[in-house]
Nanobody
Framework: QVHLAESGGGLALPGGSLRLSCAAS????????MAWYRQAPGKQREEVAC???????TYIDAVKGRFTISMDNAKNTVSLQMDNLKPDDTAVYYC?????????????WGQGTQVTVSP
């Protein structure tokens, strides 16, 4: 079983910063990639940023230049540094890991953490 534990999040002012972290634990061969998703009220969940084990990174256009994803393969952790936050960034943020468990490669999700950006 694979467990993802998220930390960080909370309330920030527009223009402020927050940092999210996620740690994977359990029994598995390797993590292929880790990503952050978000879901705002009344909207579909969307992928915000993704980083593969070999270092490839993608961001949605809305966060390019403001958010930075980083991954520590040795510690099985992923972080999301969020700068210059905007009210539109308000959402529940979820960590996702694409994990190889005995050749059964599956997505696992964290429980979600609230990010609220408001004056």
């Amino acid at each position: 079983q694979v467990h993802l534990a998220e930390s960080g999040g909370g309330l920030a002012l527009p223009g402020g910063s927050l940092r999210l972290s996620c740690a994977a634990s359990g029994s598995f061969r390797s993590i292929r990639d880790m990503a952050w998703y978000r879901q705002a009220p009344g909207k579909q969940r969307e992928e915000v940023a993704c980083m593969t084990r070999d270092g490839s990174i993608t961001y949605i256009d809305a966060v390019k230049g403001r958010f930075t994803i980083s991954m520590d393969n040795a510690k099985n952790t992923v972080s999301l540094q969020m700068d210059n936050l905007k009210p539109d960034d308000t959402a529940v943020y979820y960590c996702k890991a694409y994990v190889d468990v005995d050749l059964d490669i599956t997505n696992y999700w964290g429980q979600g953490t609230q990010v609220t950006v408001s004056p």
